[in-house]
């Protein structure tokens, strides 16, 4: 199938995904004055090497607060990439945009120094909000492994992101969601949370994500919604032009390993197979201590799966 190209006004090429994010930039924008907020974006572009095969980093564009110091080669020839906010975390009226492209072949980690945390917003300033787009190139890989995002009390934070994979791609991609300043008994007091994102494989999509968290509208905790538990995981895991029965077997497979943590009343965990080209692993728990070691487990056991290698838990930096 075709991937969704349109042309825009200049007459360039662009993908329906792209189009959506800039509506969706225009219809999130501050309203606070200019000064009090801050707006920022990062572009990196990613190559591989014909010869040596290695992936290197082609060309960047870097708007404070979010910036990269340098890429970190990997055994296994890929980059790992560290995301830095240097501001800390974002404040009400902040956007940031962030672009990914991962030319064919490709292979790229990435990972946040810490948490996203977002901070308490003024009453007259719009949400903080987050533009993503990720392009991953025939056969290239994308490892996206954040650090969780940590909404404060009285916050207001959108996050839009779209990834568009091309035949051979593949994606592991995480997303962790807290209750708020848990260890200070802050849970589930921010204003609102919303989370929107869509993966197309070749041009079909086979995910889309649209979550609104309001806690004062609705209680979080009511068996309808989160019930018991605090912390929210979901966890794509995709390669495109694997076949159902591969899909199948993967399913099964990863049943087995999510067994080893899920406790009810303490965790749950469940996947399930996508339309086409992946999985999609999903957990609730009451504490987020162990939810990044469960989630490093699954890709560990999914990577082996799909490309008979190990994966490479990410070296943190401060």
Not at 172 to 196: D, H, M, N, Q
Request: hydrophobic letters at 40%; a positive charge.
């Amino acid at each position: 199938m075709a991937r969704r190209v349109v042309r825009d006004l200049s007459g360039h090429s662009t993908t329906m995904a792209t189009i959506l994010l800039n509506q969706a930039e225009r219809s999130t924008a501050p309203l606070a004055p200019a000064a009090s907020r801050v707006s920022g974006s990062l572009a990196l572009d990613f190559k591989r090497d014909p010869l040596s095969g290695a992936t290197f980093l082609g060309e960047s564009a870097q708007e404070p607060p979010l910036r990269i110091v340098r890429p970190f080669r990997l055994e296994d020839g890929s980059v790992l990439v560290h995301l830095h906010n240097v501001s800390g975390g974002l404040l009400g009226g902040d956007s940031l945009r962030m672009s990914i492209n991962l030319a064919a072949g490709a292979s790229v980690q990435l990972t946040t120094t810490g948490a996203t945390r977002v901070y308490r917003a003024r009453e007259d300033s719009a949400a903080s909000s987050q533009i993503n787009h990720f392009n991953i190139g025939a056969n290239a890989l994308l490892e996206y492994v954040p650090d969780p995002i940590i909404p404060f009390a009285k916050s207001r934070f959108r996050q839009r992101t779209a990834i568009d994979i091309e035949m051979g791609g593949g994606l592991f991609w995480w997303e962790i969601l807290a209750p708020g300043r848990s260890a200070r008994g802050e849970l589930f007091e921010y204003e609102c949370v919303e989370l929107k994102a869509e993966v197309n494989a070749n041009g079909r999509v086979i995910a889309a994500e649209n979550v609104r968290l309001q806690p004062q509208l609705g209680d979080l905790t009511s068996l309808a919604r989160l019930g018991p538990y605090r912390y929210w995981t979901t966890f794509y895991i995709v390669r495109v032009g694997i076949g159902a029965p591969t899909w199948i077997a993967a399913e099964q497979t990863m049943r087995d390993v999510l067994t080893r943590f899920h406790r009810p009343g303490e965790a749950l965990w469940g996947v399930s197979t996508l339309p086409a080209h992946g999985l999609v692993v999903r957990g609730v728990t009451m504490g987020g201590s162990e939810i990044l070691g469960n989630l490093r487990a699954i890709w560990t056991e999914a990577k082996r799966l799909l490309y008979g290698r190990e994966a490479i838990p990410p070296r943190k930096v401060n």
